[in-house]
């Protein structure tokens, strides 16, 4: 805290690049140190409001010559064109518009909102460390647990508004993906991401998510992996493939693409349950296939919580894809009832595989914010079929099947791809087990 308002004003305009302390430092940061850095980025890119004098008494300088247009105020950086000044002179000036000028400029320079999300990213990223310091006394150690908690909040205000400034207009996305099929051609894809609503969360899915990126360069470099590696069936029955929360529809159009050039072709479902998601749906599906009647893929809606199994719902699919679609606590138990009815048991009139169908899930590992953490209620809901106890359940004589993690992966993020707060995603293979 500081102690005059005059104080506080001035320490707020300091450049976060030039005053937040190094991180390769951190082990020798106190509490107080660390708490101070984050009351300077509060003030400066949250400020509350406050009862302060009508008049601040500011220190200022003064040059032998202008170096910037007074109509341009100086952001903070250091520039070429300046001199070094044999005498400055303090003197005390009634804080003017020109300084809300200095302060609202340094604000929105996208370098130092850059420097201080990642700043912010890496201090959160090696905080357990520093919290958890043997030799300091338990007081000191719970102050330290607050600042890492005011720095998560921070953090996730930051991605808020970044989020909101980006959603503002409707952007088309190109994404290629190379692809071991088709003798080493590119997968290309282009996709309309538009504006999201700030009243309803349901409409996520206008957005393309860093997550779908990833699954989509995984199932390219190699479909066989993903029981893509024929359109058809044993029968030569087309495989049904199914995209839970599809969104933009990038998994949906990706499997489609790499048969685009066979003579049978899978069914490909994408659902979702947005009105104005399935319309972007329709559109992206159209734009990507403007010579295909009918399109390759058919849009459906999909209420997870309450869904209406009739056709096409009301046959089992070979493959269920979702990336990203674990957003709320009900989420996975939800998906989990979907995918009993939905995914292809073993040893059914309809089994074309022995272990029945697979269902493919992909999940932002998120380091703050209200998605933090999400990831547990997928391996709350889905047991590990690896498990002591799921191990003696295979080795009984079971005739019923329950739905178990096969498999489970951590991915790193894609340069350049994915919010500030994603460390990297889990990719989850799930299928049947007996029990």
């Not at 105020?73 to 003197?91: T, W």
């Not at 069914?267 to 947005?274: E, N």
């Not at 009647?293 to 997870?304: E, G, K, N, Y």
């Amino acid at each position: 805290m500081y102690s005059t308002p005059k104080q506080l004003f001035s320490t707020s305009v300091c450049a976060p690049s030039a005053s937040l302390p190094s991180l390769s430092k951190l082990h020798l940061l106190s509490s107080s140190q660390l708490c101070e850095s984050l009351s300077n980025m509060r003030q400066l890119y949250a400020p509350q409001p406050s009862a302060l004098p009508s008049k601040l008494f500011l220190p200022t300088r003064k040059h032998r010559q202008l170096i910037h247009d007074a109509s341009v105020p100086d952001s903070g950086y250091a520039s070429a064109e300046e001199e070094e000044c044999e005498c400055e002179e303090e003197q005390e000036h009634v804080a003017s518009s020109g300084d809300d000028d200095r302060l609202d400029i340094l604000r929105a320079d996208p370098l130092e909102r850059a420097f201080v999300i990642k700043w912010l990213t890496s201090f959160i990223a090696r905080s357990d460390a520093w919290v958890s310091t043997d030799d300091i006394e338990e007081k000191e150690a719970d102050r330290r647990t607050d600042a890492v908690e005011t720095a998560t909040k921070l953090l996730s205000a930051f991605l808020s508004n970044d989020q909101e400034e980006e959603e503002d207009c409707s952007i088309t996305r190109s994404f290629k993906f190379a692809t071991q099929t088709q003798g080493g051609t590119v997968v290309g894809v282009e996709l309309n991401d538009a504006p999201l609503s700030n009243e309803d969360h349901t409409c996520v899915g206008l957005q393309s998510w860093a997550s779908s990126v990833v699954l989509s360069e995984r199932i390219c470099a190699d479909p066989a992996r993903f029981s893509l590696s024929s359109p058809t069936r044993a029968d030569r029955s087309p495989l049904r493939i199914l995209e839970l929360g599809a969104g933009t529809g990038l998994l949906s159009i990706v499997v489609a693409r790499l048969f685009s050039s066979t003579s049978v072709s899978p069914s490909i479902f994408a659902t979702d349950y947005h009105p104005d998601v399935l319309l972007n749906l329709h559109a992206n599906i159209f734009n990507n296939f403007p010579s295909f009647v009918p399109a390759p893929i058919s849009v459906h809606r999909l209420d997870w919580e309450c869904p209406d199994y009739v056709a096409p719902m009301d046959q089992p699919f070979d493959l269920i894809l979702g990336a990203d679609v674990i957003y709320h606590p009900d989420h996975a138990r939800w998906i989990k009832s979907c995918v009993e009815r939905l995914l292809l048991r073993p040893n059914t009139p309809n089994d074309s595989l022995s272990a029945g169908g697979v269902f493919w899930l992909v999940i932002a590992l998120r380091i703050g914010g209200r998605h933090e953490g999400m990831f547990h209620t997928v391996e709350d809901i889905f047991p590990d079929a690896h498990s002591s106890l799921m191990r003696t359940q295979l080795g009984s004589n079971h005739a019923d099947w329950q739905l178990a993690v096969l498999e489970k992966v951590e991915l790193g993020k894609l340069k350049g791809l994915g919010r500030a707060d994603e460390r990297g995603y889990l990719l989850f293979k799930i299928g049947w087990v007996p029990c």
